[in-house]
């Protein structure tokens, strides 16, 4: 049984950090991409950041780079985003995400529908 579980959620004050880590189990997904997407109320959900299988590309969406930085782990099946300089508008619940087992193509980033496997979501909220 395949689980997808996140932790490092919680509130912050504007500028400030967190750190979110995703735990998998019931399956070796080294060969996957993982991303971190996020939903606001009332919006879609949205790839914030993604890592390919051999941790060789990223994508991050515009509004997030160079504040945001994700990493995996292949031997512990994990993956983790750094989070710097936090928005406001940057409140929502954050999702791990696994999938696809794909090859990555120039400018790819990973769809809602091409998720194979979700987290739980961790909820993130920033304060002004």
């Known amino acids: 049984q395949v689980q997808v579980v996140e932790s490092g959620g919680g509130s912050v004050q504007a500028g400030g950090s967190l750190r979110l880590s995703c735990a998998t189990s019931?399956?070796?997904?080294?060969?996957?991409?993982m991303s971190w997407f996020r939903q606001a109320p009332g919006k879609e959900r949205e790839c914030v950041a993604a890592?390919?299988?051999?941790?060789?590309?990223?994508y991050y969406a515009d509004s997030v780079k160079g504040r945001f930085t994700i990493a995996r782990d292949n031997d512990k099946n994990a993956v983790y985003l750094q989070m710097n300089s936090l928005k406001p508008e940057e409140s929502a619940v954050y999702y791990c995400?696994?999938?696809?087992?794909?090859?990555?193509?120039?400018?790819?980033?990973?769809?809602?529908?091409?998720?194979?496997?979700w987290g739980q979501g961790a909820q993130v909220t920033v304060s002004s």
């Open positions: 890592i390919s299988w051999n941790v060789g590309r990223t």
């Open positions: 019931g399956g070796d997904f080294s060969s996957y991409v």
């Open positions: 995400a696994v999938g696809p087992r794909a090859s990555w193509g120039v400018n790819y980033y990973p769809r809602v529908s091409e998720i194979n496997y």
